[in-house]
């Protein structure tokens, strides 16, 4: 796909969950368009491998789930790169779906720690150093489940990306007299690792693509193409927005 270079030249951005699937290719993404990209995983099995090929590039091992690992995340990117102008919180777990009678205490708190908890912890350390270099965006990766077809979503998943959700128009609300922009992506299902391991069943997958007007899979690199847009300074004017990214699921 050919790409307008320098659409992010000079700025520094933060992308967690980046070792595959959606986080990988807004790597690829932000790199192709001048940004040097501090790419993390809570594996780091092959993430600087990963960072090699790509120009100007820094790996760093990051839980999302842990103050301590945020804390020395931000002093990262502070002493390597001076700046922090863009974040992309992506990292995101899902669990088998389940009904909500047989959902477990330990179920809701892994999720919720992943999806919920590293978006605040993120948030919070980055706004600092957003703050320091005058103003930032932040993109927050949530779902469609957050947003509607809720009698086929799993209710712990959507629970978790409706808290990305609305976190982020309070964080848009109470940052942008700072300069500091904070906008959802919501992806319909993207064709993943992550999707094809809990949808084991093509027959599932068909009957999720029933519920999808344009009846295919949705890509990595069309999410990619958004988390860019609003991660850019051509959407400078724009902040609390939720972006559904889905094939057209919610217009049914």
């Known amino acids: 796909m050919k790409v307008n270079a320098g659409r992010l030249a000079s700025k520094t951005a933060l ?24 790419v ?44 922090l102008d863009i974040l992309v919180n992506n990292a995101g777990l899902v669990a088998p779906p389940a009904a909500i009678e047989a959902r477990s205490v330990d179920d809701w708190d892994r999720v919720m720690a992943v999806n919920a908890r590293g978006v605040f912890l993120g948030t919070k350390h980055a706004i600092p150093l957003m703050r320091a270099g005058g103003g930032g965006a932040i993109v927050n990766i949530s779902s469609l489940a957050a947003l ?16 990305v959700r609305i976190f982020t128009k309070v964080t848009a609300a109470q940052h942008a007299h700072e300069g ?7 992806p319909g299902p993207i064709d993943s690792e992550m999707l094809r391991g ?55």
């Open 148 to 163: 509607g077809q809720s009698q086929i979503m799993d209710a712990l998943y959507a629970a978790s990306k409706g808290a």
């Open 198 to 252: 809990v949808w084991s069943d093509p027959a599932k997958i068909e009957r999720r693509l029933a519920r999808i007007p344009m009846g295919r899979l949705g890509r990595a690199e069309e999410v990619a193409a958004a988390v860019l847009y609003l991660a850019s300074d051509e959407a400078a004017y724009t902040t609390g927005v939720e972006l559904a990214i889905d094939g057209g699921a919610l217009v049914q």
């Open 40 to 83: 993390s995983d809570r594996r780091d099995e092959g993430l600087a491998a990963f960072a090699a090929t790509l120009p100007n590039a820094l790996a760093l091992k990051l839980d999302v789930t842990s103050e301590d690992d945020w804390i020395a995340a931000t002093a990262f990117v502070r002493e390597r790169c001076g700046r």
């Open 180 to 186: 500091i922009r904070c906008n959802s992506v919501h």
């Open 15 to 38: 992308i967690t969950g980046a070792a595959g699937g959606i986080g990988a290719e807004t790597a690829r993404r932000f790199a192709a368009e001048g940004a040097r990209v501090v």
